[in-house]
């Protein structure tokens, strides 16, 4: 947990630095500098354009949370909502909605986010939208498990018994009981999106340049990655650091909300 945090932190901080300074300018075009391998002047060298790299990827690492943050609350909050409707109402309702589901679950994530931003255009909210479709109905599913399980138990009758309305049933009491799985699939989505969301700009389908993102930078060093490996191998690290991290700290929380995946 501990090394997985300090990854995201040491992330995250990079994201917010730049979001007030960055060494040079990620947009200035400066072609007497391009190409430039690593030095004092240039941490990470610089791109076919003269830009810094160091500076781009910073400013990268601004685009992908982002995306990667609004997504997950997206489809955390669609996801969540659905699926405690789904779970605990059951009936014509629930089938309807796992039927919604179920469709949406057949074809991959990123391939139907790649299906959405066809329709929707290479922009920033448009690929937010998409990865938060494509993602939803896992954590609908999710949900609905937990809630199926909290409806049964006591605390649940005894809410009813003492005038509870079923709307107030639900969010004060089986809700919060269902927290631990939401929070545990929270953070391995968030890696998940990272990395659809960098494969997408690498197809040119995600945030348009010349807002730098680390898929995109990874798609502009594939014509140099002979000339000039840093310009690959900055992103590349970047996003390997990320997942690491929510890798590990998902490891983590999974094993302290579920004891039974403790190791004896």
Same mark, same amino acid.
């Given at each position: 947990?501990?090394?997985?945090?300090?990854?995201?932190?040491?992330?995250?901080?990079?994201?917010?630095?730049?979001?007030?300074?960055?060494?040079?300018?990620?947009?200035?075009?400066?072609?007497?500098?391009?190409?430039?391998?690593?030095?004092?002047?240039?941490?990470?060298?610089?791109?076919?354009?003269?830009?810094?790299? %160091?500076?781009?990827?910073? /400013?990268?690492?601004?685009?992908?949370?982002?995306?990667?943050?609004?997504?997950?609350?997206? !489809?955390?909050?669609?996801?969540?909502?659905?699926?405690?409707?789904?779970?605990? /109402?059951?009936?014509?309702?629930?089938?309807?909605?796992?039927?919604?589901?179920?469709?949406l679950l057949a074809f991959p994530g990123t391939l139907l986010a790649?299906?959405?931003?066809?329709?929707?255009?290479?922009?920033?909210?448009?690929?937010?939208?998409?990865?938060?479709?494509?993602?939803?109905?896992?954590?609908?599913?999710?949900?609905?498990?937990?809630?199926?399980?909290?409806?049964?138990?006591?605390?649940?009758?005894?809410?009813?018994?003492?005038?509870?309305?079923?709307?107030?049933?639900?969010?004060?009491?089986?809700?919060?009981?269902?927290?631990?799985?939401?929070?545990?699939?929270?953070?391995?989505?968030?890696?998940?999106?990272?990395?659809?969301?960098?494969?997408?700009?690498?197809?040119?389908?995600?945030?348009?340049?010349? !807002?730098?993102?680390?898929?995109?930078?990874?798609? !502009?060093?594939?014509?140099?990655?002979?000339?000039?490996?840093?310009?690959?191998?900055?992103?590349?690290?970047?996003?390997? %650091?990320?997942?690491?991290?929510?890798?590990?700290?998902?490891?983590?929380?999974?094993?302290r909300f579920d004891p039974r995946m403790e190791q004896k």
């Amino acid at each position: 947990m501990i090394i997985g945090a300090v990854l995201l932190i040491f992330i995250g901080g990079t994201a917010l630095v730049a979001l007030f300074w960055t060494p040079y300018d990620p947009a200035a075009i400066k072609l007497a500098s391009r190409l430039k391998p690593p030095s004092a002047q240039f941490w990470l060298g610089t791109d076919e354009f003269g830009r810094d790299v %160091l500076s781009r990827l910073m /400013t990268g690492a601004v685009q992908s949370m982002t995306v990667a943050i609004l997504t997950v609350a997206f !489809a955390i909050i669609v996801g969540t909502i659905t699926g405690l409707i789904a779970g605990y /109402t059951r009936g014509v309702v629930d089938r309807i909605l796992m039927v919604f589901s179920d469709a949406l679950l057949a074809f991959p994530g990123t391939l139907l986010a790649l299906g959405l931003m066809v329709i929707s255009g290479p922009n920033k909210y448009g690929i937010i939208l998409a990865l938060g479709i494509a993602f939803a109905p896992s954590v609908l599913r999710v949900v609905r498990a937990s809630v199926l399980s909290a409806r049964e138990r006591e605390y649940v009758e005894a809410s009813r018994v003492i005038g509870n309305s079923e709307i107030a049933t639900m969010f004060h009491h089986v809700l919060p009981n269902c927290t631990a799985p939401i929070v545990v699939l929270a953070t391995s989505m968030f890696g998940w999106v990272v990395l659809a969301e960098s494969g997408l700009s690498f197809l040119g389908l995600g945030v348009p340049p010349p !807002a730098p993102t680390w898929g995109n930078m990874l798609s !502009a060093a594939r014509t140099y990655i002979e000339r000039a490996p840093w310009l690959g191998l900055a992103p590349g690290i970047c996003i390997s %650091l990320t997942l690491l991290g929510i890798n590990l700290l998902g490891d983590a929380l999974r094993d302290r909300f579920d004891p039974r995946m403790e190791q004896k």
